[in-house]
Structure formats: structure tokens, C-alpha cells
């Protein structure tokens, strides 16, 4: 018996940690949109998929074919709880062009993932928009706050994952639930020297230096983030020693950062991955992507909800 097709068009699809994660699931992504270029290059190398670069709010939602679901995480930036938090940021405003397309294409459901301090934004309101935005166009909303180490990524990351499910489908959407088994960076990772062309040497800032940055081989990595110079310690780096409050030193040892490479084994891509653009663009890549193994996990949950 043959699977059945389901398609997805990709919106902020950035290098494709959520496409390449939604694919291993079973669906086939025809359709991507990003604005940055190196990662539309990037999408390119993997993927079949139409890849449209350019600003969202430039794109008729016409020139979008008709799909099965439409996927993305709009901007995390402006709801990080690690950032500034403005509730007037232009890019708060990106969901609603989302919102857009899904009201024009009407998908059976639509997939987003974005970071925990979007509940929180604005005290809440910002979610509450989203939410009764989507409800207005016709979709039921299921949203959870999950951690990636408990879907085989070797990092600690919690994320929002936005699912709506269109109002005639007359069923419950149900999260995967957490997995027992962890996977460590030891299990992704190896202890050879890196070249140094692929590990940022940007200094330490004091932000960076106000607190531990090293976790050991059979732990979780902390969260990858997009900003090449934040990036956590390689855990053969020695652990780092407490002076103060808010201020740490470096411990005896070589110390140095993950690179590009390491960070996208920690973010779950396939090991022969390539990313296009510069070494502070690669790692802006791969920090943005959904964990491409909790992308398979929530993704294989809507398949067979779609499916059968």
C-alpha cells in the first residue's frame, strides 16, 4: 500500500530544520519561502522543493500553490526572553503574515514553532492576538511548550509548537509524548580537534563570561543559539570556575567553542549537511532551525493524524 502524499509549503523555512524533519515524517515540502539568501541557498542543496527568495509580505498568496499544511516559525527574536522583548518590533508583526496565508490557502493544519517567551510577550496579549486570529480564520489551536532533549536532540531547548487543525476535521490533535531515552552529545559528537576555520574566535564578551558555558559529553548541550559568538563550550573544554555573581573564568585547559559543525550534530541535521554563506551566516542558520529530530517527532504525529 502505497503512503499517502501530503504536502507542505514552508514559510520562514530558513536552512530547513523543520522541513527536513517534516519530510523524515512523511510529508514532501513543494513550496519554501526565507528572506535571508544564504539560507535559500542552503534549502537548495537538500531540497525539491520551489524555493522563493524574498520578503514574505511581498509574496501574493496566489503564487503559493495549494497544500495539505502550511509550516514555519516566524521570527523568534523579538519574544526571546534572552533579548530585548519590544511589543511594537516589526517582526512581532511577521505572524500575521502567517495568518495571511493560511486564511488563503486553508490547509487541513498548519505547523509553527517559536521560543517560550511568546506566551509571555506584552503580558500575554501578543498570544492571545495569535490565538484568536487563528480561531477567527477557522482553525483550532493546540499549543505545548516542549523540551527538544526529550525528542532525541542532544540539547536542552525548550520551544512553543503552534498546531492548528481546521475546524471541519472532527478529531483531537495529541503531542508526542516526551521519549525516555536521552541522547547526549557524546552520542553525536567526537572528541577530534576542529578546524579552526569552522569555530568562531570572536572574544568572549561579559555577557558570555556570566555564567557556566561547558556541560560534560553525557549531557544535553545547552540551547544553540543564532549569534555564533553565544555559542556553548565543546565539552572537552575544561568547566568553567565561579569568581562571582554573574561572573565566571575560564578553567585550565583548552577552551573553545563548538563549531558550525558540532552545533548543527547538536541541532540534529544529517551529518553530511552543507550550509552556504559565511561562518557567522552558518551558524545563524543552524541556531534559528527547528531541531530537525523534534521536527520528525511533532511531524510524524500530524502525518498519521492527517492521514487516517
Known amino acids: 500500500m502505497s503512503k499517502k502524499v501530503l504536502t507542505v509549503a514552508s514559510l520562514f523555512c530558513g536552512a530547513g530544520g523543520l522541513d527536513i524533519g517534516l519530510e523524515k515524517a512523511g510529508f514532501k515540502v513543494v513550496w519554501a519561502n526565507d528572506f535571508e539568501h544564504d539560507a535559500c541557498e542552503t534549502?537548495?542543496?537538500?531540497?525539491?522543493?520551489?524555493?522563493?527568495?524574498?520578503?514574505?509580505?511581498?509574496i501574493s498568496s496566489e503564487s503559493i500553490p495549494d497544500v495539505d499544511v502550511?509550516?514555519?516559525?516566524?521570527?523568534?527574536?523579538?519574544?526571546?526572553?534572552?533579548?530585548?522583548?519590544?511589543?511594537d518590533d516589526s517582526r512581532n508583526q511577521l505572524y500575521k503574515e502567517f495568518?495571511?496565508?493560511?486564511?488563503?490557502?486553508k490547509p487541513k493544519?498548519?505547523?509553527?514553532?517559536?521560543v517560550k517567551g511568546l506566551l509571555s510577550m506584552g503580558d500575554g496579549e501578543i498570544f492571545k492576538a495569535i490565538q484568536k486570529e487563528f480561531s477567527d480564520k477557522g482553525y483550532k489551536l493546540y499549543v505545548k511548550l516542549l523540551n527538544a532533549k526529550d525528542y532525541e536532540v542532544p540539547q536542552d531547548r525548550q520551544r512553543v509548537i503552534l498546531?492548528?487543525?481546521?475546524?471541519?476535521?472532527?478529531k483531537e490533535f495529541i503531542f508526542p509524548e516526551p521519549l525516555d531515552k536521552k541522547v547526549t552529545m557524546r552520542d553525536v559528537l567526537d572528541n577530534t580537534p576542529a578546524d579552526n576555520?569552522?569555530?568562531?574566535?570572536a572574544p568572549y564578551s561579559s555577557r558570555f563570561m556570566s555564567r557556566q558555558r561547558v556541560r560534560d559529553w553525557d549531557m544535553q548541550s545547552f540551547t544553540i543559539p543564532a549569534m555564533a559568538k553565544q555559542v556553548p563550550l565543546h565539552p572537552s573544554s575544561p568547566k568553567m570556575i565561579k569568581l562571582d555573581k554573574d561572573l565566571w573564568k575560564f578553567g585550565e585547559g583548552n577552551t573553545r567553542r563548538l563549531s558550525y559543525k558540532e552545533a548543527a550534530q547538536i541541532q540534529t541535521f544529517p551529518k553530511d549537511m552543507a550550509f552556504c554563506g559565511n561562518l557567522i551566516n552558518k551558524y545563524k542558520q543552524i541556531g534559528n532551525a527547528v531541531p530537525v529530530n523534534l521536527a520528525f517527532h511533532v511531524g510524524k504525529a500530524l502525518y498519521l493524524f492527517l492521514a487516517n
Open 109 to 114: 493544519a498548519f505547523i509553527g514553532e517559536n
Open 70 to 87: 502550511i509550516a514555519g516559525g516566524f521570527p523568534c527574536q523579538p519574544f526571546s526572553l534572552a533579548g530585548p522583548r519590544k511589543i
Open 197 to 201: 576555520k569552522d569555530v568562531c574566535d
Open 43 to 58: 534549502h537548495k542543496l537538500w531540497s525539491k522543493a520551489k524555493v522563493v527568495e524574498g520578503d514574505i509580505k511581498k
Open 99 to 105: 495568518v495571511r496565508i493560511v486564511e488563503a490557502k
Open 163 to 170: 498546531v492548528g487543525i481546521r475546524n471541519d476535521i472532527d
